[in-house]
């Protein structure tokens, strides 16, 4: 859920180099029929790395990057994942660990995007 990530930026400190533990809650069904509850799944460590320029959808923007990794195997590099998020709060790419690629906007209809 690429929206995740926004939200995992907005909840981040922004100090390079810093973590920041973000608690991933899920919905499970709950104790009657009609019920529902939020439930702790893990909490896991976002890194702030600081800004760099990147190019989207022909723009260069100036952008925040950040880090993921699996809190169940910190070493495990395939299951990284890096993502950048422009100052307006905008997902802009998404690197997964390994090989298993990049995504990133390719269409955009508003403002300017950065610098």
């Given at each position: 859920m690429p929206w995740a990530f926004q939200a995992l930026a907005s909840l981040t400190e922004r100090t390079p180099g810093h973590k920041t533990a973000i608690p991933l809650i899920s919905l499970e069904d709950g104790e009657?029929?009609?019920?529902?509850?939020?439930?702790l799944e893990e909490v896991e460590p976002v890194e702030y790395l600081g800004q760099e320029t990147i190019e989207v959808?022909?723009?260069k923007v100036r952008a925040n990057k950040f880090r993921l990794v699996d809190p169940k195997d910190p070493d495990d590099q395939d299951g990284m994942r890096e993502f950048?998020?422009?100052e307006s709060g905008i997902l802009l790419?998404?690197?997964?660990?390994?090989?298993?690629g990049k995504i990133s906007l390719t269409k955009?209809?508003?403002p300017s995007?950065?610098?």
């Open positions: 009657t029929g009609s019920g529902v509850r939020l439930k959808v022909g723009q950048w998020v422009s790419s998404i690197k997964f660990g390994g090989d298993r955009y209809h508003g995007l950065g610098s």
